[in-house]
Structures are given as C-alpha cells and as structure tokens.
C-alpha cells in the first residue's frame, strides 16, 4: 500500500537518490544540473530535510518520489510556498504517487498557514502540466530563457493554486 510522509534526517539516502536520478533522467525539467545536485553534502540534505517541508512517497518501503514545499521566509509573504523538487520513479507514474506526494504538500500547507502554492514548470513537460492542472494549479505567467540547457533556453510556466482560507 502507497503512503506519503514526511521524511526524517535517516531518510537522507533516499531523498539524494530519488533527486538525482529525476535530474539524471530528466535534466530538463528541474533547475540544478546533476552536478550540482551531487555536489550538495549529505549534512546539508540532512539540514534542509530537518526544517520540514520533504515528503516521500512509498509502496511498503520502497521509496517511488519526493516532494519538497519552501514556505517564504518574509512575514508579508508567509502564505505562499514554492513547491519543488518533485519527481515519481517512471515505473510509479500514474499510479497515485504522485497524487498522494500532493495531498501531503496540501496536509503540510494547511498545518503551517500557507494558502498559496506556486511553482514553475517546463513548457515541454506536458505529463507535469497535465497533472498540476488536475489539482488546480492555474498558469499565471511565462518565464522566459528560465534555463539554458545545451540545446539552448527553455522556457517555463508558472503556476499557483490557492487554497481555501478560513
């Protein structure tokens, strides 16, 4: 049975595994090269998965993604929060991972006062705007040039879901 939670300073191995195979895999569609991401140190992915905010998703304990949500640091702007990275194993896509990764961003959210979901994703990624757009992420703007890969810039879309408020 699939179930999301959050993850802890031990689950460190799966969060840098499951982020590097997504970039490896799919370079395009996430911000750091490989690179970059396998040159961050273990006790940093320990540091940033301590403040919250990093879910994974499992079958059993068989990791299949991860999840990451950044509340804004500046009081004016604390109901608002970055999703990213995230990214489901190929062979877990279409199963409700990635739905039960989301639910567990919103469960996150609503604990901590975030009302606002944003995130940007790349114009060619259309299996990832398809499944932001089924949970109501809405496009709200176009960022050009927002990476140059060897093939030259791509462009990326941003989206916003809000939240119901009390």
Not at 27 to 56: C, H, K, W
């Amino acid at each position: 049975m699939m179930q999301a939670r959050q993850l802890c300073r031990a689950d460190v191995g799966i969060w840098r595994d499951l982020r590097s195979e997504g970039v490896r895999l799919f370079p395009d569609d996430f911000l750091p090269s490989l690179n970059e991401v396998e040159t961050v140190s273990t006790e940093q992915d320990m540091q940033m998965i301590a403040q919250g905010g990093r879910y994974g998703v499992f079958d059993g304990s068989t990791p299949m993604g991860i999840a990451a949500i950044r509340q804004e640091v500046f009081e004016r702007a604390r109901h608002r929060a970055f999703i990213g990275p995230f990214y489901v194993i190929p062979q877990a896509q279409g199963t409700g991972a990635a739905d039960l990764l989301i639910a567990a961003l919103v469960d996150h959210a609503v604990q901590a006062g975030i009302w606002q979901h944003e995130l940007c994703v790349a114009e060619t990624n259309t299996r990832a705007i398809a499944f932001y757009e089924r949970h109501g992420f809405q496009r709200t703007g176009h960022w050009p040039n927002a990476i140059v890969t060897s093939r030259g810039p791509q462009h990326d879309w941003f989206y916003v879901r809000e939240l119901a408020r009390d």
